[in-house]
């Protein structure tokens, strides 16, 4: 365990734990405000993300710009993302579940120096690795579940919604409740838009 953020992003960045480490270009640790209360997890990095080491920069991250920026957050400022396995499984294929065992370490870390206290789920993958194994991301999509304080929900994977729009209402409706949720708990997300990474406001 790293107590320190750049060095876990410095170690995880030359991680060699399993095999996608041989084809990836990038390792993809995550972006966005280390100090946020809000934290989004995604399955892996597609392409995009491989070629420019960040989370969410293809279509569906485009759609998921919009999505969170239509209730007031921003991955530049008041969120971090970042995703199960952080090395682009080849034809972004669904990471294995030995892949995810062996990555998942870093997410630990990485939730455990931000302690959020909310944690979206970005499709299946995340909220059956998350939430619970056995989740159903269409009838369990924006529930609510508490662990150990901290609360976690699941949304509709952008590439979903952009595979299928007659999911849009639903999708929006699920972000609509996680601004709602923020105002709620958070302290921090809404005040300022640009609050410090250095740890002084929380
Ligand atoms: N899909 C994901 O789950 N994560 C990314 O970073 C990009 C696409």
Same mark, same amino acid.
């Given at each position: 365990?790293?107590?320190?953020?750049?060095?876990?992003?410095?170690?995880?960045?030359?991680?060699?734990?399993?095999?996608?480490?041989?084809?990836?270009?990038?390792?993809?640790?995550?972006?966005?405000n !280390?100090d946020s209360e809000v934290?989004?997890?995604?399955?892996?990095?597609?392409?995009?993300?491989?070629?420019?080491?960040? !989370?969410?920069?293809?279509?569906?991250?485009?759609?998921?710009?919009?999505?969170l920026c239509a209730i007031d957050l921003d991955?530049?400022s008041n969120i971090?993302?970042?995703?199960?396995?952080?090395?682009?499984?080849?034809?972004?294929?669904?990471?294995?579940?030995?892949?995810?065992?062996?990555?998942?370490?870093?997410?630990?870390?990485?939730?455990?120096?931000?302690?959020p206290k909310i944690?979206?789920?970005?499709?299946? *993958?995340?909220?059956?690795? *998350?939430?619970?194994?056995?989740?159903?991301?269409?009838?369990?999509?924006?529930?609510?579940?508490?662990?150990?304080?901290?609360?976690?929900? =699941?949304?509709?994977? !952008? =590439? =979903?919604?952009?595979?299928?729009?007659?999911?849009? !209402?639903? =999708?929006?409706?699920?972000f609509l409740?996680l601004r709602a949720k923020i105002n709620e708990i958070c302290e921090y997300t809404y005040k300022s838009t640009a609050f410090?990474?250095?740890?002084?406001m929380k």
């Amino acid at each position: 365990m790293y107590s320190n953020w750049e060095e876990l992003t410095a170690a995880c960045k030359d991680c060699q734990r399993c095999e996608l480490c041989k084809t990836r270009h990038n390792v993809v640790s995550g972006v966005g405000n !280390p100090d946020s209360e809000v934290m989004f997890i995604g399955e892996g990095p597609g392409e995009n993300e491989d070629l420019q080491g960040e !989370p969410f920069v293809g279509k569906a991250g485009i759609l998921l710009d919009k999505m969170l920026c239509a209730i007031d957050l921003d991955r530049s400022s008041n969120i971090y993302i970042t995703n199960i396995v952080k090395c682009r499984p080849p034809r972004n294929r669904d990471p294995k579940p030995e892949e995810q065992e062996l990555c998942i370490g870093w997410l630990r870390n990485q939730t455990a120096l931000i302690r959020p206290k909310i944690i979206v789920c970005l499709g299946r *993958i995340a909220a059956c690795r *998350i939430i619970k194994p056995d989740f159903k991301i269409t009838r369990e999509h924006g529930m609510w579940f508490e662990k150990n304080g901290v609360y976690m929900t =699941a949304m509709f994977h !952008p =590439a =979903a919604v952009l595979r299928d729009p007659r999911r849009k !209402p639903e =999708a929006f409706a699920d972000f609509l409740a996680l601004r709602a949720k923020i105002n709620e708990i958070c302290e921090y997300t809404y005040k300022s838009t640009a609050f410090s990474s250095t740890g002084e406001m929380k």
